[in-house]
């Protein structure tokens, strides 16, 4: 509409001119070299507007024809690229469909119309892959690493490559160099972490968790708990060969994870063997109220150096106290009256076991309980055989693998913090059963044979 408008408001001033000039005659006389010329002042301004027309054509022409190649050149690579994209989605499409055929065709496509592209390397690569031609896939990955655009790519790809091949030192020196170019991809902080968990490389896994951590690619909490493991890790490691940096490590890892009872349980004997006793017990305490387990008990209970076998089932009664419904508690504290010789206690402490919660500890504690008190030889071997049959206890589990020992990986997957305390499940049965025949070996000094054991497992 404005334009429209603007147009009329031309028209009329331009008529509105011609008719004032029309309205003034006058000439226009031009004298060259003995040659006169006359031109009225209407016609003049006519003839000048249209050569001002002519020649604004004229040059238009002529820009028109020099940019002619680059527009026609333009034409053709808006061609090229649409040709390299289809490409791209095409043979992308075809990977993902493991169409072999089809996902070279259009890589070799792609790489005529966009040979500088970062993802026509990758198709090529992929490519190569799904044929099985890992040379070539590993070749172009290695061509990717010569540009900045395709540096993060190519490492990628021969990170995979390395992995797939199983070679971990190489996975793992394409990592470190991907944390070196950017930080902040998760990929290669990630995949470092694991191998350095899967070798035992607690040192360096915990340096990679804190570039994790540093760089937004974990929690807090999950990032504490992490570093707690790999600490308690360290300590294990360290708790003969170096007592000393153990036990930091280990209180360092109970501050950051009140309820890891490794930690606990590391920090608590070797601050006994240190006399630390309040010490000791305190941190003890601490995990027992949130996760109960054997080797804190066991810790508890000789806590102070030299109690008698009376002042460790004092001790270990009081640590009960703090979490007295869970199975541990009266475990420990029928441990604990057995190799005092009461009895009596022992048997208080597991009579609530009796009915729905007998499990094979309590069973064998039973056949200590009936061996050390009476010598009853028949009742021994009829607790071992009801062992056999009881219900499991917990264990240390991770992965389908029952271990007598806590491991800050998986032995199957190289997972940090598998293992949990838990009753295994059903397909652990050979592994459960293999610990529990150890400690009905243990009990063979009291003479219970062990074939009564084995007859009423089959």
């Avoid at 000048?48 to 002619?68: D, F, M, N």
Wanted: net charge neutral; proline share 4%.
């Amino acid at each position: 509409m404005i334009r429209l408008v603007l147009f009329l408001i031309f028209i009329v001033a331009l008529a509105t001119g011609l008719a004032w000039l029309a309205d003034r005659p006058g000439q226009i006389i031009v004298n060259w070299e003995g040659q006169e010329a006359k031109i009225s002042v209407f016609h003049a301004v006519v003839a000048l507007a249209l050569l001002t027309g002519l020649a604004l054509v004229a040059w238009s022409l002529l820009r028109h024809v020099w940019e002619s190649p680059a527009v026609i050149g333009g034409y053709f690579n808006k061609r090229r690229q649409k040709r390299g994209l289809d490409a791209l989605s095409s043979g992308m499409i075809a990977i993902g469909a493991g169409d072999r055929a089809t996902a070279t065709k259009y890589a070799i496509q792609a790489r005529k119309s966009m040979p500088n592209e970062p993802l026509t390397h990758l198709l090529r690569a992929q490519a190569a892959q799904l044929s099985g031609d890992k040379a070539t896939a590993r070749r172009i990955y290695e061509s990717m690493l010569a540009s900045t655009d395709t540096e993060q790519l190519g490492l990628r790809g021969l990170f995979l490559e390395a992995e797939r091949e199983g070679e971990r030192e190489a996975a793992k020196q394409f990592a470190e160099r991907a944390i070196a170019l950017n930080p902040q991809l998760s990929w290669p902080v990630d995949a470092l972490f694991d191998l350095q968990c899967k070798s035992h490389d607690w040192a360096g896994a915990l340096e990679t968790l804190a570039v994790a951590r540093k760089n937004g690619h974990v929690e807090k909490a999950s990032a504490e708990r992490r570093r707690a493991v790999l600490l308690t890790a360290q300590a294990q490691d360290l708790e003969d060969k170096d007592p000393e940096r153990a036990l930091n490590l280990a209180l360092e890892a109970h501050k950051l994870a009140h309820g890891l009872v490794p930690a606990g349980a590391i920090a608590g004997r070797l601050l006994a063997s240190r006399g630390a006793t309040p010490k000791a017990t305190k941190i003890v305490q601490q995990t027992w109220q949130k996760s109960p387990h054997p080797d804190l008990a066991t810790a508890y209970a000789y806590a102070r150096i030299g109690d008698s076998p009376r002042d460790r089932l004092d001790r270990v009664r009081k640590l009960a106290q703090l979490n007295p419904h869970s199975l541990e508690s009266a475990i420990a504290v029928a441990n604990a009256a057995i190799e005092a010789k009461d009895f009596a206690a022992a048997r208080q402490a597991l009579e609530p076991l009796m009915e729905s919660r007998l499990t094979q500890r309590a069973c064998t504690l039973m056949a200590r309980i009936e061996g050390g008190e009476h010598g009853d030889k028949g009742r021994v071997r009829e607790w071992l055989a009801r062992a056999v049959n009881a219900p499991r206890d917990p264990a240390w589990t991770a992965d389908g693998v029952v271990s007598e020992q806590w491991a800050a990986v998986s032995p199957v997957t190289g997972a940090l913090d598998a293992f949990s305390w838990r009753v295994p499940v059903e397909s652990m049965e050979k592994t459960a059963d293999e610990i529990v025949a150890r400690k009905l070996e243990e009990l063979v000094a009291l003479g219970a044979p062990l074939e009564v054991a084995v007859e009423a497992k089959d």
